[in-house]
């Protein structure tokens, strides 16, 4: 089975950066993603690694240890409309089930 | 841009009725999806479903559940006898492929709400 493991919420100000640090245990790895979600509303892909790195996309980025069993989402430049939950999850090589993390409130302050 | 729609947003229902939840998946999409989420809790894989069959299934997903494309654009969630703690949101999602870097893109959802 798999179990991840990541902050419950975090608090930031307009401007900041926040890195939402996520710990994993899976019996085969074969990724790491991150979704957001708003309010309840549909999850929606932010990234993907399948590799040891880092991988930017815009003010997003996700990096990947995959000897740690670790990875990490940074929002840069934070905006009032970052305020979601973020949930990493990682695809098991076995029988390639996505498994969500509990998920990370932020809240961004003004 | 193509996305996921599912229906109803919201189905209110007795305990121990049979509900079925609606998905149409992106049209080329062949792998499709369905997870639950309990108020204030994680997103939690019930299903896979590929070539018209499951490919795997949670253990949530027990006799209770069935899964169906009737068509080809309708992928449905069946819960024969709802319990009260089927109350959650459920998500339908689809994907291009299996692998990892396939993206799922997940629908709106249905707030499924067991009185």
């Known amino acids: 089975g798999q179990s991840l493991e990541q902050p419950s919420e975090v608090t930031a100000v307009e401007g900041a950066i926040v890195q939402i640090n996520c710990t994993y245990q899976?019996?085969?790895?074969?990724?790491l993603s991150w979704y957001q979600q708003h309010d309840g509303g549909a999850p929606t892909f932010l990234s993907y690694?399948?590799?040891?790195g880092l991988e930017e996309t815009g003010r997003f980025s996700s990096f990947l240890s995959r000897s740690d069993s670790y990875g990490y989402l940074l929002l840069q430049e934070l905006q009032m409309k970052d305020s979601a939950s973020y949930f990493c999850?990682?695809?098991?090589?076995?029988?390639?089930?996505?498994?969500f993390g509990a998920g990370t409130t932020v809240t961004v302050r003004a | 841009e193509p996305e996921v729609t599912q229906t109803p947003s919201h189905q209110v229902t007795q305990m121990g009725q049979e509900v079925i939840l609606r998905c149409v998946p992106i049209?080329?999409?062949?792998?499709f999806y369905w997870y639950r989420q309990i108020l204030g809790q994680k997103v939690e894989f019930l299903v896979s479903?590929?070539?018209?069959?499951?490919?795997?299934k949670s253990e949530i997903f027990d006799d209770q559940f069935s899964v169906e494309r009737p068509d080809g654009s309708n992928f449905t969630l069946k819960i024969r006898s709802t319990k009260l703690e089927d109350s959650a949101m459920y998500f339908c999602?689809?994907?291009?492929?299996?692998?990892?870097?396939?993206?799922?893109?997940f629908g709106p959802g249905t707030r499924l709400t067991v009185l």
């Open positions: 049209s080329n999409h062949l792998y």
């Open positions: 899976t019996s085969g790895f074969y990724g």
């Open positions: 479903f590929y070539n018209n069959e499951i490919s795997e």
């Open positions: 999850a990682v695809r098991d090589s076995v029988d390639y089930k996505l498994s």
């Open positions: 999602a689809s994907s291009e492929g299996i692998a990892a870097y396939n993206e799922q893109f």
């Open positions: 690694n399948a590799l040891d």
